[in-house]
């Protein structure tokens, strides 16, 4: 009965804590960009939790979705993938919404992606996003100007 029990509590806790991350993710606002002519949503991190956690721990990523990065300062920024299980594109965004470069990221690395200049923003998406739609360096996105400033 008593080890019947300890499971019954262990499996309540781990629920209450996938609902808590879900809770929290859904928290993050959202917006609609535009990148030649492709729509697309992105959850916005713009405080440092945000950035911090990132994609880490979600298995997928729908289709024409993505996580954009909001950074304080104009930097040249990197991203990595440590505890991120999904392959990942990153298009580093200076302040006037211009990509500066692209890089392909593998799951579960500790190896730095860095932006080629400083830049404002980052924009995650499935791998091989920006590609399949002929998004190169240069592109300009829009929607940028209604972001949130960074916290």
């Known amino acids: 009965m008593k080890k019947s029990r300890s499971l019954m509590y262990l499996r309540a806790l781990l629920t209450?804590?996938?609902l808590a991350a879900l809770t929290a993710r859904a928290q993050m606002p959202e917006m609609v960009l535009t990148i030649a002519g492709n729509k697309l949503t992105a959850e916005v991190a713009a405080t440092d939790p945000e950035r911090t956690q990132g994609l880490m721990h979600r298995r997928m990523l729908p289709e024409n979705r993505g996580?954009?990065?909001v950074f304080r300062a104009?930097?040249?920024h990197a991203m990595w993938m440590l505890n991120t299980y999904i392959p990942l594109s990153v298009a580093f965004i200076d302040r006037a919404g211009v990509i500066t470069n692209i890089e392909d990221m593998k799951p579960h690395t500790r190896d730095a992606h860095p932006a080629v200049r400083p830049?404002?923003?980052a924009l995650e998406m499935n791998l091989g996003w920006f590609a399949r739609?002929?998004?190169?360096?240069g592109t300009k996105i829009e929607g940028l100007e209604k972001?949130?400033?960074a916290r």
Request: positive net charge.
């Open 16 to 18: 209450l804590a996938a």
């Open 133 to 137: 739609h002929g998004i190169k360096a």
């Open 147 to 149: 972001l949130p400033a």
């Open 67 to 69: 996580m954009l990065f």
């Open 74 to 76: 104009e930097e040249k």
């Open 119 to 121: 830049v404002k923003f």
